[in-house]
């Protein structure tokens, strides 16, 4: 489960939650106390830098946050952030700097390290993203099960139980996702990995890959009634 480990995936120089993600091994640890380390973070701001918008919003004053976007805290904006119409940022974000949030795009319960781009009819949710990470348009974190049950995170033949209901993908840094690609609950993609457009994505894919999606399908027969 080397892949899967903080010190592996992210340079935490490039997030405001550097200080409470080093403490811990694997990165979806975090994502239980993410409302928690902005509450104890936001109020500690540099007022010069940033301010604070609402109760428990903070925006950087260099950030770019179109009227249309809505916000919900506990939330943070980092410097030369751009925050488009229609986006919808639902709480418990750390969202770093130079960053864009698009049109359409939701954001729930997520570290997003600087200079991450989800710019176009995304959804992230329950997720990590690292530095310098890119998701096409139209492509999804998916963070629940069909059956509801814990997440689990499989490599090489060993099973983490993530004892999270809610857990969508850690993207390590620089990785690039294409577009309307599904990342399905659980998946972790390594540092400087590119995923093909419209892949559907599960597991942990190495550092250094390309995904490319296999065409695989099951033909079932199905017995029409008549009557």
Known sequence: MEECKIKNLYDLSATLAGKYLKNLEYPWEALSR??????????????EIFEQREENIWVARSAK??????????????????????????????????????NSTEIKNDIIFDHVQVPHYNYVGDSILGAYAHMGA?????????????????????????????????????????????LNPGTVVGRNSTIY???????????????????????????????
């Open 34 to 47: 993410i409302s928690d380390w902005i509450m104890e973070i936001g109020p500690t701001l540099d007022s």
């Open 65 to 102: 946050i179109y009227p249309t976007a809505t916000l919900i805290g506990p939330l943070i904006i980092g410097e030369d952030t751009e925050v488009r119409p229609g986006a919808f940022i639902r709480g418990s974000a750390i969202i770093g700097s130079g960053c864009v949030i698009g």
């Open 138 to 182: 139209g492509s999804i974190t998916s963070n629940v099960k069909s059956d509801k049950t814990n997440v689990v995170v499989k490599c090489d033949g060993e099973w983490i139980d993530t004892d999270r209901k809610k857990f969508g993908a850690m993207l390590g840094d620089h990785v690039e996702v294409g577009c309307n690609t599904v």
């Open 197 to 227: 457009p419209v892949s559907m994505v599960r597991g942990v894919i190495p550092a250094n890959s390309i995904y490319k999606n296999k065409c695989e399908f099951e033909i079932i027969e199905k017995t029409q009634d008549r009557g």
